[in-house]
T-cell receptor
């Protein structure tokens, strides 16, 4: 079974600063996908960024980038130039390309961006 | 616009009562999923369906039931056997692309 661990329940960052959210996972699969989702107070799940395990290059989406360390099974999210609208719960998630193809989520990190 | 509609947004259930949460999608997605979210926790998989007329238990299926009679619809029934049903429930659908997930806006269920 796959597990996803987010060890930082809460984090705070000043506006315009950079913050890194940690995520580790455990799997015996070789082909899988990793995601970061944002859940603002509206509780809508919003995809922030995704990474295919077979790709060595780290994914980047505007101010969001990941540090994917496959051997260490680590998948951290870096948010640059933090904005007040980034305040939300952030979930790391994992999915294999076989079987049920369901997302397995970590417990989340609550990020507060301070003005 | 295509998307997933969950209803109702808020639902109150009395002890011992069954309630059904609706999930409808017009994205033509084959796979649909139900997740439960408790405070301070991530989403946990209740049931999923990869094709019409077929569904499988997820990690926390006890006390829940589903049906998948139409591609567009995947209703979730919370039965009286579910001892702690107060939670936020999210429905999702997925296309054939590995990362093609779409989430609904959720239903907040409270036992009164």
């Amino acid at each position: 079974a796959q597990t996803v661990t987010q060890s930082q329940p809460e984090m705070s960052v000043q506006e315009a600063e950079t913050v890194t959210l940690s995520c580790t996972y455990d799997t015996s699969e070789s082909n899988y996908y990793l995601f970061w989702y944002k859940q603002p107070p509206s509780r809508q799940m919003i995809l922030v960024i995704r990474q295919e395990a077979y790709k060595q290059q780290n994914a980047t989406e505007n101010r969001f980038s990941v540090n994917f360390q496959k051997a260490a099974k680590s998948f951290s999210l870096k948010i640059s130039d933090s904005q007040l609208g980034d305040t939300a719960m952030y979930f790391c998630a994992f999915m294999t390309d076989t079987g049920r193809r369901a997302l397995t989520f970590g417990s989340g990190t609550r990020l507060q961006v301070q003005p | 616009d295509g998307g997933i509609t969950q209803s109702p947004k808020y639902l109150f259930r009395k002890e011992g009562q069954n309630v059904t949460l609706s999930c409808e999608q017009n994205l033509n997605h084959d796979a649909m999923y139900w997740y439960r979210q408790d405070p301070g926790q991530g989403l946990r998989l209740i049931y999923y369906s990869q094709i019409v007329n077929d569904f499988q238990k997820g990690d926390i299926a006890e006390g829940y039931s589903v049906s998948r009679e139409k591609k567009e619809s995947f209703p979730l029934t919370v039965t009286s056997a579910q001892k702690n049903p107060t939670a936020f429930y999210l429905c999702a659908s997925k296309d054939r692309v590995a990362y093609g997930y779409t989430f609904g806006s959720g239903t907040r269920l409270t036992v009164v």
